[in-house]
């Protein structure tokens, strides 16, 4: 009598044809307009420091492949990514040596030791920014990192403003129109919500980034700080000025949504991204933190693989036929 075990397993069962090479360059794409804004805004700086933190991620990847003995993977462009995801997120003021550990970080410890592309649990490039904050801190303090800028607007990142001026200083200082525009200071491009909005638009609809984690991570910002604001407007602000500032836009497309650290299931998609975005809130309002985007995602990366188990059972699964 033989003894066969059928035994189905959670999506994704098939390829839709398309390469790593092709995705990443996709994302690469749709990140351009925030590039673009970035550099015009911030000026050469900001298009050195991105420059370096592309090029010495690519670097750190093709050491390890060498050093490893493993295949040269750098032109799959992930590592591409990685570099200019985090080099975004810098102020256009970092020194080099600090975008160079950054990426070193990022990749190496992100990414590689993990064992390689789609084995890693966390972000990558969020996994090279919580290192440098936790670590030299004197180069994220919203307050005071980017007032070498002579802007129009003020040298004030919009959440630092919020976090030491309160509700009052923000509500003269910035608008939703401005923050939508990029006139506010923070990373080199986080800066401009419409650029990230439309890349992110892009990505979803080229099926490269899933509407659930990204529609789901607005949600909770916006209906954790309408609670807030609700209970308390004098010390609280409302839910477009957070959705509007800091890595809000940047996490929502382009970070809780990389595909090894976040949930392939539907129903978890949608726990990961709403309660990703709660958690943010709570880190601005109680928190230490001015932005706990990079935090917070991070905390439900860890979170993931249990979110990841929430599913409906597969037909057939365990079944023993005779």
Known sequence: MNNYKLTVSHAPFWHDGDSIFQMNLNILIALLPAVIFGIIQFGTPAAGVLALSLSSAIVWEFILNITSKNKITIGDLDAAVIGLLFGMMLP??????????????????????????????????????????LSWKTFFDFDTAYVNYDFDFTAFAPLATLKFQGVEAISDLFTSTDLLMGNQVGGIGSTFGLGLIIGGIYLILRGYARWEITVSFIAGIVFTAYCFNLANPGSYAGPMFHLLSGYTLLGAFFLATERSSSPVNKIPMLLYGFFAGVMIILMRNIGAYADGTILAILLFNLANPLIDTIRPKALGKGINNA
């Open 92 to 133: 256009a003021t970092s020194p080099w040596w600090l975008v160079i550990t950054g990426t070193f970080v990022a990749v190496v410890i992100g990414k590689i030791i993990f064992g390689g592309l789609g084995a890693n649990p966390f972000n990558p490039a969020l996994v090279g920014m919580a290192f440098l904050m």
